[in-house]
């Protein structure tokens, strides 16, 4: 299963007055709709999903799983008060999948199961290389798609990456495309390696020191 993380956008006026509040099983139904709408048009999504008839659908069926079986359980999720984003981010020593939710995500792939569980394998075989501390992991960052390119990510992504300062933890993911990966750069995420399983599209591995300055702000 390939984990996500959607561009965080441009600094504008609407960012800086975005309300965030934290996300419930009562939001799971809206949620994964969010979800699916901001990972429809993913590279790593559309190889393990080709047909875009059935995309909409399986993905709204992964996001459920991840939402009610991962993240909500093992983490906190971040959205904002109007439903037109969310951040998922597991907790320090829970960032690996439970043996069931990696079996009911298995089922949204359909005949590209393979690819879903090689991908996974090879993810979570990385990340446990790559960093062996403690560490928040922030798994999918989705908006909306008109109005990705806000900075409604970045205030998503805020209160973990502050959190990671004050605790003194870094922060990992896999962005999804190199626009991405750039303006995750800008957060403050370094480039660990780049990943590709057969003929997939690239996975950007990537990890943020956390920063002394902003602890002590």
């Known amino acids: 299963m390939a984990d ?5 956008g441009r600094d504008c006026g609407l960012a800086a007055k975005t309300k965030l509040r ?14 699916a709408d901001a990972f429809y048009e993913d590279p790593v999504l559309g190889w393990l999903v080709p047909d875009a008839r059935r995309r909409k659908a399986r993905l709204r069926r992964l996001f459920g799983v991840e939402l009610r079986h991962v993240s909500l359980p093992r983490g906190q999720v971040w959205m904002t008060a109007e439903q037109t984003g969310v951040a998922m ?3 320090p020593g829970s960032w690996r999948v439970p043996p069931h939710a990696t079996l009911l995500e298995g089922r949204c792939f359909g005949a590209r199961l393979g ?39 970045r205030a998503l992504m805020a209160p973990t990456l502050e959190r990671c300062d004050r605790d003194g933890l870094p ?14 750069e ?16 690239p996975l ?4 943020r020191p956390p920063s002394p300055a902003e602890a002590l702000a």
């Open 89 to 91: 981010t597991l907790l």
């Open 171 to 184: 922060a990992y993911l896999e962005a999804s495309s190199e626009s991405s990966a750039a303006l995750y």
């Open 22 to 35: 934290q996300a419930t099983a009562a939001d799971v139904g809206r949620l994964k709709e969010v979800l």
């Open 4 to 8: 996500r993380a959607s561009a965080p």
């Open 115 to 153: 690819n879903a569980a090689r991908l996974g394998f090879a993810m979570e075989r990385h990340h446990a290389q790559q960093i062996r501390q403690p560490h928040y992991y922030i798994r999918d960052v989705g908006v909306l798609p008109e109005m990705q390119g806000l900075g409604l990510g």
């Open 204 to 207: 950007w591995l990537m990890l």
């Open 186 to 201: 800008r957060l403050g995420f370094r480039l660990l390696r780049e990943l590709r399983v057969g003929d997939s599209p």
